[in-house]
């Protein structure tokens, strides 16, 4: 599992980290990025729907931009700053 444009990682350190710790996180708590995007069924033991591989890139790319200099600077409008 992993994003679009990784081939940025190795000029930009904070896309990468971002990027890796998504995936983590996701692979750690035993989530699934559909049930975040999309959320629990009513039983709460499976997604509602499940995301294509194309879509979970797409999620995964999004957290990535985050770390980029445009993301960052949304952010800060926004009112959050990523820590160093």
Same mark, same amino acid.
């Given at each position: 599992? $992993?994003?679009? /444009?990784? !081939? =940025? !990682? @190795?000029? /930009?350190? $904070? @896309?990468?980290?971002?990027?890796? $710790?998504? *995936?983590?996180? %996701?692979?750690? #708590? !035993?989530?699934? +990025?559909? =049930?975040? %995007? ?6 709460? #033991?499976?997604?509602?729907? &499940?995301?294509?591989?194309?879509? @979970?890139? *797409? ?6 931009? +985050?770390?980029?200099? %445009? ?8 009112? &959050?700053? +990523?820590? @160093?």
């Amino acid at each position: 599992m $992993k994003g679009f /444009n990784t !081939h =940025r !990682h @190795e000029s /930009n350190p $904070k @896309e990468k980290e971002l990027h890796d $710790k998504f *995936i983590e996180h %996701v692979s750690r #708590n !035993h989530d699934t +990025l559909s =049930r975040l %995007v999309l959320g629990s069924s009513k039983d709460d #033991n499976f997604p509602k729907d &499940y995301l294509a591989s194309r879509e @979970e890139k *797409i999620a995964i790319s999004a957290i990535q931009w +985050l770390g980029s200099p %445009v993301g960052q600077g949304f952010l800060r409008d926004c009112g &959050y700053e +990523l820590k @160093e």
